[in-house]
């Protein structure tokens, strides 16, 4: 099944950087604004490597290099001196103040391709980021960023249970707080392997960076005539895949480009059972997601108007058990060319729908942990964007260096 390695990580220095000050959240949510904002907190910060800029004298990727290789010459990156799996702790209040934890083991997950079923994707993938990241793996030679991983293979968390002060800590803008934990115990080093090899790995999040890591490592084995070295790995961050580790948030969807005159209502009525809100709903956004849960449907704006939507099997019965992405992506599937766009909130999707910026907006409930291990194992991909997981691991608490 997935093999698991330890590896010497590289860390930032405490002594000579304020951990909060350099962590950065992934490339995929930072906007220019985050990233200018996280340049601002200090000249060390992991954004400059994970979205650099293009300079005068070099592109972003060759500036992303010489800050990691420069950082590394200062000693404000240190490479641990003996192979190590680290322990990672998420921990965090939701709105209603109840607190919760995800902790999982950091380390170097063997790569395989989906057909060989030792890591299986749950998500389909889009094309521009995988060309960005293959390009900055080319000239940097280093995992920036942990791959997401789910583990089918229960006990895992029990592995993760370590004491003592942590090598690592720091508070997030949003009040997560991330901890860091060594293991060399070679005993502990082992059932950690064998732990993670006894089933699949379901990745989470990261699904452009493993494609990306998998096209390195063909390119590589091409160049050097090998067929294993360092290109083989990719930095994980390994979770079990169990309720308690997770929080799965949606991604609402927003539509635009329809033809004038589409009947949007009509062409989604075949795929669900639609009941119309009184006036007023799409103002409350909250109140709407609320209804949603309580119904098990999705909704849908148009301007001031409001649809719950009850997913159909496809002989016509209500309560298709299944993520609302894909009932939707089948459903937007039949329709004209139209432009599909992705936000978190649905505030904000609201807002977009009710001032005409969008032909509509669809709000979509939490994907349950169980679809993703059920799609996982059946080989099947969900549509783009269908799950966000938080919160999100940060880039720069543990660094990885391929030296093929």
Known sequence: MATFHPMSGIRYDPDRVDLADV???????IDDD??????????????YVELG????ERDRYAEATCHFDRWLAEGVLRVDDEPSFYVYRMGWHDEAGQAHQTTGIVGALELSTP???RVLPHERTMGKPKGDRLRLLQACRANLSPVWGL????????LCQVEGPPVARATDEDGVHHRLWRITRPGVLAAITDAVASAPVVIADGHHRYETALAYRDERRAATGRSSGDFDLLLAFVVELTEDQLQVRPIHRLISGLPDEFDLVGALAPFFEMTEEPTGASDTPRGLTDRMGTVGALALLVGERAWLLRPRDADGSDHADQPDSMTLDAALDTMPDHQLDFHQSAEAVADLAR????????????????????????????????TFFAPKPRTGLVFRRLHD
Do not use: F, W
């Not at 962590?23 to 949510?29: G, Q």
């Not at 583990?151 to 029990?158: I, T, V, Y």
């Not at 994907?367 to 059946?378: M, S, T």
């Open 23 to 29: 962590l950065a959240p992934p490339y995929d949510v």
């Open 34 to 47: 985050g990233r200018a904002e996280l340049e601002a907190r200090s000249p060390y910060n992991a954004v």
């Open 53 to 56: 800029r293009d300079t005068t």
């Open 115 to 117: 057909d060989e079923g």
């Open 151 to 158: 583990s089918l293979a229960a006990g895992l968390s029990e």
């Open 355 to 386: 001032s005409g910026k969008a032909d509509a907006a669809v709000l979509v409930r939490p994907v349950a942990v169980r679809h993703i291990a059920a799609a996982a194992r059946a080989g099947h991909r969900m549509p783009p964007k269908t």
